[in-house]
Antibody, heavy 116, light 110 residues
């Protein structure tokens, strides 16, 4: 059974850093994305990583966030630096259906609150 | 900056049909953008309905269908049920590893 479980969210001060994790089971992390949702707002794609290590970022997080995977732990990560109030959101990890540029499985989300 | 525009809200009667659309701020949506659709009940994670324009995700009833209508991606819900009341989002793949979500449509069934 495919399962995605995020962790690592919490309250962090502006300018701080946080690392989110997304533990996967039932498949190997290869094509994955992070998607976020600010309180009361719509969904926003944040970052993607493909098999082979290619990484991609939304302009809003480029240079501050880093996506990565650890195949030995079958886990996806999002390292978030220089956090801003506007990064406050629930962060979801999602699996891409290989070759379709669509997502099929989603985690339950982890809340990141950036506030002093 | 690319903006995907969706209708802010739609109301449909139980048993009725509704078509939601997803348009580009500049240009036409085609299958080359691999449009996908997601349902989200507030407070819950998104659920995948459609990917690659018209492929239903596992377990999604055939009441949900995806297509290209004119210059937009479209999601049609037929035989609407109370449980379909939700927010719906489209996503386009813009190339070079970049995705864009639409603004979302709130569907009410009444």
């Amino acid at each position: 059974e495919v399962q995605l479980v995020e962790s690592g969210g919490g309250l962090i001060q502006p300018g701080g850093s946080l690392r989110l994790s997304c533990a996967a089971s039932g498949f190997t992390v290869n094509y994955m994305s992070w998607v976020r949702q600010a309180p009361g707002k719509g969904l926003e794609w944040v970052s993607a990583i493909y098999a082979g290590g290619s990484t991609y970022y939304a302009d809003s997080v480029k240079g501050r966030f880093t996506i990565s995977t650890d195949n030995s732990k079958n886990t996806l990560y999002l390292q978030m630096n220089s956090l801003r109030a506007e990064d406050t959101a629930v962060y979801y990890c999602a699996r891409e259906v290989s070759g379709t540029y669509g997502f099929d499985y989603w985690g339950q989300g982890t809340l990141v609150t950036v506030s002093s | 900056q690319t903006v995907l525009t969706q209708e802010p809200s739609f109301s449909v009667s139980p048993g009725g049909t509704v078509t939601l659309t997803c348009g580009l701020s500049s240009g036409s949506v085609s299958t080359s953008y691999y449009p996908s659709w997601y349902q989200q009940i507030p407070g819950q994670a998104p659920r995948t309905l459609i990917y690659s324009t018209n492929t239903r995700s596992s377990g999604v009833p055939d009441r949900f269908s995806g297509s290209i209508l004119g210059n937009k991606a479209a999601l049609t819900i037929t035989g609407a049920q109370a449980g379909d009341e939700s927010d719906y989002y489209c996503v386009l793949y813009m190339g070079s590893g970049i995705y864009v979500f639409g603004t979302g449509t709130k569907v009410t069934v009444l």
